[in-house]
Nanobody, 115 residues
């Protein structure tokens, strides 16, 4: 079955960096577009960044210039490098893909930006 497992979250001070990872299984990873979303307490889940199977990327305006999405097809893993973190980046971050008519999500990893 399809599994997406996020890791790399934690507590970081404002201005700091984190790199999230999402390891995928049960899919032909190289053929899948992959996305990162986040959900802050009391708010709806929102789009963060996406990378296509061909390597094209796009991101939300709120993270442009600070976050970078990338992928390693040999490791079936998508990454989110987060720099210059702000308190408003605090959220649970989720990995997402759409495969064989199914929409799949990981369990999420908590990112907390606080001094």
């Amino acid at each position: 079955q399809v599994q997406l497992v996020e890791s790399g979250g934690g507590l970081v001070q404002p201005g700091g960096s984190l790199r999230l990872s999402c390891a995928a299984s049960g899919i032909i990873f190289s053929r899948c577009d992959m996305g990162w979303y986040r959900q802050a307490p009391g708010k709806q889940r929102e789009f963060v960044a996406r990378i296509t199977s061909g390597g094209s990327t796009n991101g939300a305006d709120s993270v442009k210039g600070r976050f970078t999405i990338s992928r390693d097809n040999a490791k079936n893993t998508v990454y989110l490098q987060m720099n210059s973190l702000k308190p408003e980046d605090t959220a649970v971050y989720y990995c997402n893909t759409f495969w064989m008519s199914g929409d799949y999500w990981g369990q999420g990893t908590q990112v907390t930006v606080s001094s």
